[in-house]
T-cell receptor, first 109, second 117 residues
Framework: RKEVEQDPGPFNVPEGATVAFNCTYS??????FFWYRQDCRKEPKLLMS???SGNEDGRFTAQLNRASQYISLLIRDSKLSDSATYLC??????????FGAGTTVTVRA | GAVVSQHPSRVICKSGTSVKIECRSL??????MFWYRQFPKQSLMLMAT?????????EQGVEKDKFLINHASLTLSTLTVTSAHPEDSSFYIC?????????????FGPGTRLTVL
């Protein structure tokens, strides 16, 4: 079983729409959680950390459910520039990051 | 902000040759750097953890004699793919954590796309 699993998508949405997707992780002892964004053929970039109480950063809202071991990301008022692959990332109780394979979002005009 | 560079950004080589990839932290010192590999439509997979002044720690299934890592200074780690074969073609990405910082802070290099013919 993969450590981090994501729906690969793609999610095709019109500009202005709301899109949400989840990932699940297998290690209940995982310590830290993140969403990264990766554009085609580029390196991943940190979008936001995910906190237990849930957190928001502008149009992006992340939620963590430790009991069910899943993390969600919601994007409101989608922009064309939001088109990317979103990587769910988990850090266990050491220094290693485990990456999901990514969820592809395409925002169309 | 913290910047990590990689060189080269792209390399095409013949089967059997060795390729060296450099990862540099430009504005901070990094005791620890990480090397990842990403195949198309797959997740980043950690290959090894590079520790300045000591041997790298390799993940299960990664051959240390094939992927040589050297972390000779606090700003530079190198990955050498020895006797590269077409199946080694991939996107290699490094990341670095500033010395003394939380491991939550990992800054990624722009990646090196290796194509082995």
């Amino acid at each position: 079983r993969k450590e981090v699993e994501q729906d690969p998508g793609p999610f095709n949405v019109p500009e202005g729409a709301t899109v949400a997707f989840n990932c699940t992780y297998s290690n209940s002892a995982s310590q830290s959680f993140f969403w990264y964004r990766q554009d085609c053929r580029k390196e991943p970039k940190l979008l936001m950390s995910v906190y237990s109480s849930g957190n928001e950063d502008g149009r992006f809202t992340a939620q963590l459910n430790r009991a069910s071991q899943y993390i969600s990301l919601l994007i409101r008022d989608s922009k064309l520039s939001d088109s990317a692959t979103y990587l769910c990332v988990v850090r266990d109780n050491d220094y290693k990051l485990s990456f999901g394979a990514g969820t592809t979002v395409t925002v169309r005009a | 902000g913290a910047v990590v560079s990689q060189h080269p950004s792209r390399v095409i080589c013949k089967s059997g040759t060795s390729v060296k990839i450099e990862c540099r932290s430009l504005d901070f010192q990094a005791t620890t750097m990480f090397w990842y590999r990403q195949f198309p439509k797959q997740s980043l997979m950690l290959m090894a953890t590079s520790n300045e002044g000591s041997k790298a720690t390799y993940e299960q299934g990664v051959e240390k004699d094939k992927f040589l890592i050297n972390h000779a200074s606090l700003t530079l780690s190198t990955l050498t793919v020895t006797s590269a074969h077409p199946e080694d073609s991939s996107f290699y990405i490094c990341s670095a954590t500033p010395s003394g910082a939380s491991y939550n802070e990992q800054f990624f290099g722009p990646g090196t796309r290796l194509t082995v013919l």
